[in-house]
Nanobody, 124 residues
Framework: QVRLVESGGGSVQAGDSLRLSCTTS????????MGWFRQAPGADREFVAA????????YYADSVKGRFTISRDNAKNTVYLQMNSLKPEDTAVYYC?????????????????WGQGTQVTVSS
């Protein structure tokens, strides 16, 4: 099973940018569709963005479309989430997830492996 480690979270002001990274080990990274999800206090985990394993097709939640960009570097076994124009409502723990041969699914239950999460806090 692939192991995932997120990094890059932090505390920023509204309008700032952050880039999250998720580095994997223990699997063939290029065979995994990768996703980012987030969970705010008292809320369910929600889909943020995903990228397919084959063509690198990308998918976004409406709430982040145009502000966030997901990308992958198969040579570095890493997936990124570039977050621009951050808003206070983006505050959450962000999780990276891996889906073997995934096509960029937006359902958490499709992902077999998860990272431990990284906190993102956006203040107004």
């Amino acid at each position: 099973q692939v192991r995932l480690v997120e990094s890059g979270g932090g505390s920023v002001q509204a309008g700032d940018s952050l880039r999250l990274s998720c580095t994997t080990s223990g699997g063939i990274f290029s065979t995994y569709g990768m996703g980012w999800f987030r969970q705010a206090p008292g809320a369910d985990r929600e889909f943020v963005a995903a990228i397919s394993y084959r063509r690198g097709s990308t998918y976004y939640a409406d709430s982040v479309k145009g502000r966030f960009t997901i990308s992958r570097d198969n040579a570095k076994n890493t997936v990124y989430l570039q977050m621009n124009s951050l808003k206070p409502e983006d505050t959450a723990v962000y999780y990276c997830a891996a889906d073997l041969y995934g096509s960029g699914n937006n359902r958490a239950r499709d992902y077999e492996s998860w990272g431990q999460g990284t906190q993102v806090t956006v203040s107004s």
